[in-house]
């Protein structure tokens, strides 16, 4: 009997995996170790806390502290979104309150793991500009 | 008419392939279907398919279970229904409406609507050859192309659909090993178009799935399969800026069966999948385990 040969599926399998590559770096967000980012257009420079020992699926609180880069004027938070681009997630917290030069951001859900984005939109002497934390949710 | 009654049986068992992990529920039903021999000319599909999830792959593909009161289940009815217009091409469109409920952090998320709509051609485009001749095609290859249309409500904390138009185009190659065993594998690379479903302009990354299937015939009317899959999403871009390790990839096994009275335009099958808890593999995914039912009728 002729031997078959697999070559077809041994290509074919090839091919396929060849894409499939490491994420990028992001990080895990636990308390003891705080992000830090400079916004888009360099206005402002932020440090993002989580509340708890760290972020975790379904609710987070965090503290957001905004500090302007080179204004004398303090930033102010005008919004937060968080969304998970490849499932089509998209989430808001429930409050958010200030206090002294920073921001709670209270209740805001991250429906599973994976890799979240936090946007932050803020605005600073007249000026608008934006914040992102990526955030690996365990 | 040459019959081939393995194509129809082994490529109902293809049908019940990779979906992606039903994380949301926002996957993609598997392009590479076909759901009709070559001697019919039309056929519908029923399927019930549970999907629950045991935990959650992280961007580093690092596994973690749900929590002892969280939960993530979804419930979908498909129906696919398909016509042969030409003995080698099948086109085939699929509907479903669905239900998932989850227990997240305290917090009770459910939601419920019809899924996205698929659009398919399958172009059965060589036939393997038998062993005995020198020459021929070493397999059996059909070509494939599929259109989501994004028709799924969006809901935000529960998303059932991908949000965005998708064009995929495949490749299913088959074999056969023994008298009674083939291995097939299939490859499908798909593009999505720019959306805003979030609220901001999203270009989600393009998808890569593959599967190899291996098919038994145990008795001339059942066929037990098992089966492996990964499937790779791109990165995405939101706002114009791509988003590094926003990716997914997931891979899944599993087994199935398939029940199909050579003198009956009857057929029916049920398959299992399930997304190791192995950490490594999978990134920004559910696990998730899927029993899927199927009732097919064609002539």
Not at chain 1, 44 to 70: P, R
Not at chain 2, 148 to 155: Q, S, T
Request: hydrophobic fraction near 40%; aromatic fraction near 6%.
């Amino acid at each position: 009997m002729q031997r078959r040969s697999l070559a077809p599926f041994t290509l074919l399998a090839l091919l396929s995996t060849a894409c499939v590559t490491e994420p990028g770096a992001s990080a895990v967000l636990v308390h003891a170790h705080p992000m830090e980012r400079v916004s888009d257009r360099g206005l402002v420079q932020a440090t993002l806390e989580v509340s708890g020992a760290g972020v975790t699926t379904g609710e987070n609180d965090f503290v957001l502290t905004l500090t302007a880069s080179s204004s004398s004027e303090d930033p102010s938070l005008d919004d937060v979104v968080a969304t998970m681009p490849a499932h089509t997630h998209r989430a808001e917290p429930s409050v958010v309150e200030r206090a002294a030069g920073s921001y709670r951001i209270v209740a805001l859900p991250f429906a599973m793991s994976g890799l979240w984005e936090l946007r932050c939109d803020v605005e600073v002497g007249g000026a608008t500009d934006s914040l992102v934390f990526d955030i690996d949710v365990p | 008419m040459k019959e081939r009654p393995w194509a129809a049986t082994v490529a109902a068992v293809l049908a019940l392939a990779p979906r992606p992990s039903q994380a949301c529920s926002c996957g993609v039903p598997g392009l590479d279907s076909a759901l009709t021999r070559r001697s019919e000319t039309w056929g519908v599909r029923l399927g019930e398919r549970a999907d629950v999830t045991s935990g959650g792959f992280n961007a580093h593909g690092t596994y973690r279970p749900l929590g002892a009161h969280e939960r993530d289940t979804t419930f979908d009815l498909t129906a696919l229904a398909a016509i042969r217009a030409v003995e080698r091409l099948e086109l085939s469109s699929e509907v479903g409406y669905g239900r998932s409920s989850a227990v997240m952090g305290g917090r009770a998320l459910t939601s419920s609507g019809l899924d996205d709509v698929v659009l398919r051609g399958r172009l059965e485009a060589l036939d393997e050859a038998p062993a005995w001749l020198e020459h021929g095609s070493p397999v059996d290859l059909a070509l494939t192309m599929g259109v989501l249309v994004p028709m799924a409500p969006f809901d935000p904390e529960r998303p059932r659909g991908l949000g965005a138009w998708e064009v995929g185009a495949g490749v299913v190659a088959s074999r056969s090993l023994s008298a009674r065993t083939r291995l097939a594998l299939s490859s499908e690379a798909a593009l999505r178009l720019p959306d805003r479903s979030l609220g901001e302009q999203r270009a989600l990354g393009p998808r890569v799935s593959t599967q190899l299937t291996l098919s038994h015939l145990v008795l001339p009317t059942w066929i037990a399969s098992a089966f492996s899959s990964l499937r790779w999403d791109g990165d995405s871009a939101i706002g114009g800026h791509s988003r590094p390790g926003s990716g997914m990839r997931v891979w899944q096994v599993g087994v199935g069966t398939t029940f199909n009275p050579n003198a009956s335009a009857w057929r029916t099958s049920v398959a299992v999948r399930h997304a190791p808890q192995l950490s490594g593999i999978s990134v920004n995914a559910l696990a998730t385990s899927t029993l899927e039912l199927t009732l097919t009728y064609a002539r």
